[in-house]
């Protein structure tokens, strides 16, 4: 069963722009992370925050948690045409550490 | 070089005729699962493994088979493959502890069967 899921579905922006996507979930987690995936290939981990952090930050990328409305962000600043990818949000539920993963958020940046 | 190997990159089959998709990895991880992903649907889990000989159902096992003899390799067994198997697949592994869920992914095998 899914737990986690992106918002929004699709995002389409200029280069040079922030894109924020969202990630809601459902029970309680050990740790919410990020993956990436250019089209059809295999998902390449961004970036992992714990349930006990509230942000943290990895060159352009910057993502957030709030555990009392079980949701994360993740914030690409300054984006690229090399940033166009498909962006996953996988949770471990709280005792597990084993992901599921959400949907998805496909981003096209415009050159 | 740290990887997880899939192979093959491309497999087409008919209904029925059995096949195996090969998983290895080189970095000595006790974590290994099996994923496909269909259009809208995101990534399913269909088998994970936590260490040699221990495998359990995902949350999309109907069909599949997997097995783990040796710690590198977990190959995905489709012994009589329908055309709603038709998938990408991915084949991931991490260290399998709190403190390092951090998953490695294959390049994916694209499954048509017809």
Same mark, same amino acid.
């Given at each position: @069963?899914?737990?986690?899921?992106?918002?929004?579905?699709?995002? @389409?922006?200029?280069?040079?722009?922030?894109a924020t996507m969202n990630c809601s979930y459902k029970t309680s987690i050990n740790n919410l992370q990020w993956y990436r995936q250019n089209s059809g290939r295999g998902l390449v981990h961004l970036i992992l925050i714990r349930s006990n952090e509230r942000e943290k930050h990895s060159g352009r990328l910057r993502v957030t948690l709030d555990t009392s409305k079980k949701s994360s962000s993740l914030l690409i600043t300054a984006s690229r045409a090399a940033d166009t990818a498909s962006y996953f949000c996988a949770t471990a539920p709280g005792g597990s550490y084993i992901p599921t993963f959400g949907r998805g958020t496909s981003l096209i940046v415009h050159p | 070089e740290a990887q997880v190997t899939q192979n093959p990159r491309y497999l087409i089959t008919v209904t029925g005729k059995k096949?195996?998709?090969?998983?290895?990895?080189? !970095?000595?991880?006790?974590y !290994?699962?099996?994923?496909?992903?269909?259009?809208g649907l995101g990534l399913r889990q269909i088998y994970y493994s936590m260490n040699v000989e221990v495998t359990d159902k995902g949350d999309v096992p109907e069909g599949y088979k997997v097995s783990r003899k040796e710690k590198r390799n977990f190959p995905l067994i489709l012994e009589s493959p329908s055309p709603n198997q038709t998938s990408l697949y991915f084949c991931a592994s991490s260290l399998g502890h709190l403190g390092s869920e951090k998953l490695f992914f294959g390049s994916g095998t694209q499954l048509s069967v017809l």
């Open positions: @069963s899914q737990q986690g899921e992106e918002d929004p579905q699709a995002l @389409s922006i200029q280069e040079g722009e922030n | 096949l195996t998709v090969t998983c290895s990895q080189n !970095m000595n991880h006790e !290994m699962s099996w994923y496909r992903q269909d259009p």
